[in-house]
């Protein structure tokens, strides 16, 4: 892969990943809210 | 002379510290008898490990990307988790943190005759991501790919069914026998089906069935930690000799399937850099 778009790709990737992760905690998105429910016995 | 590769005591120490010990260390659930439901449940791990676990602290990252399809909710901070890690180390927590990856590199050493897999196989891991993970929960509300995960069915499935301790708050065994059926005899067979081929093949259900590893692998080839394979390389084959998912290195630098282990760095011809460009 060209090294321009990788490194393009990294860095727009790596803004949008750190943004979703703020907008998550903001809006209550996050982890802490969910339900349990693991290995369906 | 095939080498040993020179992290390999370390990647084992770190799967089996970090993956197998410290994610699954509650041990409280002797007396609780309930799984551990406490603030570091709202975290992931970026491998997998079954939240019903009864030792488990961390949640898995499927089941949690199953539980906001089940309830048609955007996972804003999922996907981000996925991308920040993904973009960072690609594949590599399946390499240096997953303990079912771990179980796979040890059944492998079984001495016995050895198969490939079929590389067209490969792509089943996206099927599994978007057909159980996400399209089949969004669509019924129920969590598929839990519902059929080997490795839950080792870490949690098993263990509860034989322990089935008394519930000190209902006064009542925790696991009802009744509401074992089908689906939960077709997990165990699935699990006993891996069990088997880790055996004869290199990680298959890395290879083929994780839909973590398809989520990691798609972000391989732009993370920060890649290959680089010197020109004089004398395809000499050591890479694929030593490389856990079976991979030619040489000619797969940073493969979708690569899990990052640095096995394959014992050939002086491959480096591995951590850099943007």
């Known amino acids: 892969m060209n090294k321009n778009l990788r490194t393009i790709l990294f860095y727009v990737g790596l803004s949008i990943g750190i943004l979703l992760i703020i907008v998550g905690i903001v809006i209550g998105n996050d982890l802490s809210n969910m339900r349990l429910e693991g290995s369906d016995l | ?277």
Request: with cysteine; proline share 6%; charged share 15%.
């Open chain 2, 1 to 277: 002379m095939l080498k040993k590769p020179k992290l390999l005591f370390y990647r084992r120490l770190s799967q089996t510290i970090f993956g197998l010990l410290l994610s699954n260390s509650y041990l409280q659930v002797i007396t609780t008898k309930s799984i551990y439901s406490g603030a570091l449940k709202g975290f992931c791990i970026p491998f997998l490990n079954c939240h019903a676990c009864p030792f488990a602290i961390f949640s898995c990252p499927i089941g949690m990307l199953q539980y906001y399809a089940a309830t048609q909710q955007l996972p804003f901070f999922l996907v981000g988790f996925f991308i920040v890690i993904g973009l960072v180390v690609g594949r590599a927590a399946c390499g240096w943190l997953c303990p079912f990856g771990l179980i796979q590199d040890v059944m492998f050493k079984i001495k016995t005759r050895k198969f490939g897999i079929p590389n067209f196989l490969n792509y089943s891991k996206y099927v599994i991501l978007i057909l159980f993970v996400i399209i089949l929960p969004f669509l019924t509300n129920i969590h598929w790919f839990s519902r059929l995960c080997p490795y839950g069915a080792l870490i949690a499935g098993v263990p509860w069914i034989l322990w089935n301790p008394i519930d000190p708050d209902f006064n009542a065994p925790v696991i009802d026998f009744e509401m074992i059926g089908f689906v939960y005899f077709l997990k165990i067979g699935i699990l006993i089906f891996f069990l088997i081929w880790f055996v004869y093949a290199k990680r298959p259900f890395c290879r083929i069935a994780c839909p973590l590893g398809a989520i990691w692998a798609v972000f391989n080839k732009v993370s920060l930690l890649r290959f680089t394979v010197s020109s004089n390389c004398t395809n000499c084959h050591q890479c694929d000799k030593v490389c856990p998912m079976e991979l030619a290195t040489f000619k797969e630098v940073d493969s979708e399937n690569c899990i990052k282990c640095l096995d394959c760095t014992s050939c002086e011809h491959i480096t591995a850099k951590f850099n943007i460009r």
